[in-house]
């Protein structure tokens, strides 16, 4: 059983930057794949982000490509998102989440139907 558990979100202004950590726990952190996704308050939950085991295969969605970066630490167990140039379109709940361990998807292949672990979100707010 993984447990997720992120960090780093808050209330900040359009143009800013936000750094937002996940840290797992009860797997083998290498073994998994892992994403970030959001949801908006009345919005379905979609995919920001994802990450291969080792971290050589990023995936970006369109609205947020060449503004977050994501990026692992195996040693640290840990996957991170920094969100720079923040819009108030960026506003939600963003959410770590993981699928089963050694499995990889397409880039149109991360839904949140698909993802087996997830933590328990942290608000991210951004004012115009």
């Known amino acids: 059983q993984v447990q997720l558990v992120e960090s780093g979100g808050g209330l900040v202004q359009a143009g800013n930057s936000l750094r937002l950590s996940c840290a797992a726990s009860?797997?083998?952190?290498?073994?998994?794949?892992m994403a970030w996704f959001r949801q908006a308050p009345g919005k379905e939950r979609e995919f920001v982000a994802s990450?291969?085991?080792?971290?050589?295969?990023?995936y970006y969605a369109n609205s947020v490509k060449g503004r977050f970066t994501i990026s692992r630490d195996n040693a640290e167990n840990t996957v991170s998102l920094q969100m720079n140039n923040l819009k108030p379109e960026d506003s939600a709940v963003y959410y770590c989440?993981?699928?089963?361990?050694?499995?990889?998807?397409?880039?149109?292949?991360?839904?949140?139907?698909?993802?087996?672990?997830w933590g328990q979100g942290t608000q991210v707010t951004v004012s115009s």
């Open positions: 009860g797997g083998t952190f290498s073994s998994y794949s």
């Open positions: 989440a993981t699928p089963t361990a050694l499995s990889w998807l397409s880039r149109e292949g991360w839904s949140s139907k698909r993802m087996q672990y």
């Open positions: 990450i291969s085991r080792y971290g050589g295969t990023v």
